[in-house]
């Protein structure tokens, strides 16, 4: 009994012991657990917000990231585009100088002002009328045929980043009115009053042009049936080819051009050199007036299509001064530089309609026919009594239609076109319509300056030079005027 008594008491010890040993572990065994767990939960709570700090700030990475390319794609295409828009402008010189040349001497100082007038006029009637009347946006009078009138060219801050500045695009825009109005003026060179040449080309740049410019790059209705004319063979050139022919037509030959019984009496232009240095001016500047028309330059792809545009055209000036030469050889029997000159407009105008949608081998042959144009323009005016003294219509409407009407047969269908027979149709209803509504709106104006006396100067005036007649200068010190 001691025994068994004795082992109670040893195993009521020994679990006491136990109990006690547990206890003191569970105590400092217990925190060091918690603080694990806490750790734990902290630990994890930490990542997660890491995890949204991260987020966030690859957020905002890919936000600043995007408008810094925005930022940079707008810089390219507005400051492309002003440089677009100056080559454009200087062919103003090149205009001048091809006209001095075709001309006499005596009519230089006539011809300058003309080309000064024309540009700072138009600029301001495209301020205050012509710009927002093209570019209408939604405000239509009539839609799809007349915009509002709206002076001024809209604020542009630099921070909403769109394709490019409203600023430059007005600079282009213009460059491209005061084309369309300085064509008329060869046309219409060496017979017609400096009065009635301004009150001309202000109604030109700020309506005649404007509206029919809105009905394709407005988003007329021209546009909506799929009308292509990409940088304006039939906008622009057309528009002035037909209005100069329309001046032409009223004003009537100078004197000595035609004899009584309707002979041909070409008057030769004082100065050749004048007419070359000034096609190729021209030549360049078409380097803004075609590839400029891409609008957008930033990028691989705009930067591509926009020297390709610059190849064709090109191709076509080269072309067309080759068939002009071969033409005119091949007719009169000797190689006519003029021919050759205007042979190289007329490609450049021919190619401007459709330089973004042709292929290399097409552009040649747009280019060529518009130079055998040019030396048919020529003899078809010729045969008409018609005097044009630079082949104003020949070059720039007769190879401005064919410019629209080649980017129906040989340009790639645009959006919405099926086939190449309603994309010709397009095109010669479009083309036509345009070309009519400059020929008709520039007779009436021309109709009404003749009928009040106001369009064509005397035959005294005409006969010694409108340049101390009209301007009271000489462009030449005296006894040394060229023949």
């Not at 009053?193 to 202000?202: D, E, M, P, R, W």
């Amino acid at each position: 009994m001691k025994f068994i008594g004795d082992r109670w008491l040893s195993s009521l010890l020994v679990g006491a012991a136990l109990t006690l040993v547990v206890g003191v572990v569970m105590t400092y065994t217990a925190p060091v657990a918690c603080a694990q767990e806490e750790e734990g939960s902290e630990s994890a709570q930490a990542s997660e917000e890491s995890a949204s700090t991260v987020s966030s700030e690859g957020d905002a990475t890919a936000e600043a990231l995007s408008s810094y390319i925005a930022e940079s794609d707008y810089t390219i295409n507005t400051l492309i585009m002003f440089i677009c828009a100056v080559l454009v402008i200087f062919m103003q010189a090149g205009f001048a100088m091809v006209e001095i040349g075709l001309n006499s001497a005596k009519n230089a100082v006539n011809i300058l002002s003309k080309n000064v007038m024309d540009l700072c006029v138009g600029v301001l009637l495209y301020l205050f009328i012509g710009f927002n009347l093209m570019y209408p946006g939604d405000g239509w009078i009539v839609d799809g045929w007349l915009g509002g009138f709206t002076p001024f060219v809209v604020a542009s801050d630099g921070t909403g980043y769109g394709d490019y500045s409203s600023y430059a695009d007005f600079l282009f825009q213009v460059a491209f009115a005061a084309t369309a109005a300085t064509i008329v003026s060869g046309a219409v060179a060496g017979r017609m009053k400096f009065s009635a040449y301004l009150v001309y080309s202000a109604i030109l740049t700020g309506l005649i042009y404007p509206l029919s410019g809105a009905w394709k790059w407005g988003g007329g209705w021209c546009d909506t049936m799929g009308f292509q004319d990409f940088a304006g063979s039939v906008v622009v050139h057309a528009v002035g080819g037909f209005a100069g022919l329309a001046g032409a037509i009223f004003l009537g030959p100078r004197i000595g051009r035609f004899s009584k019984d309707g002979k041909s009496s070409p008057i030769p232009g004082h100065n050749i050199s004048f007419a070359a240095l000034g096609v190729f001016i021209l030549w360049v500047g078409w380097y803004g007036f075609n590839p400029g028309s891409q609008l957008t330059y930033a990028g691989a792809a705009n930067a591509n299509a926009t020297t390709y545009i610059a190849l064709t055209t090109t191709l076509a000036a080269a072309a067309g001064a080759v068939a002009a030469l071969i033409t005119a050889w091949g007719l009169f029997g000797k190689p006519d530089v003029t021919m050759a000159l205007n042979g190289v407009l007329g490609g450049l105008v021919a190619i401007t309609a459709n330089c973004d949608r042709v292929s290399q081998g097409e552009s040649l042959i747009i280019g060529a026919i518009g130079g055998i144009l040019v030396v048919m323009g020529v003899l078809l005016l010729e045969k008409l009594k018609i005097d044009d003294p630079v082949g104003a219509w020949p070059v720039h409407g007769l190879c401005g239609v064919w410019g629209g009407l080649a980017t129906g047969i040989f340009g790639d269908l645009p959006d919405g076109i099926e086939t190449v027979g309603a994309f010709f149709t397009v095109q010669l209803i479009s083309t036509v319509a345009i070309c009519a509504w400059a020929f008709v709106t520039m007779s009436i104006v021309f109709g009404v300056l003749k009928g009040i006396g106001m369009l064509r100067v005397s035959p005294e005036v005409e006969q010694s030079g409108l340049d101390l007649e009209e301007h009271g200068l000489r462009a030449y010190p005296l006894g040394a005027e060229p023949s």
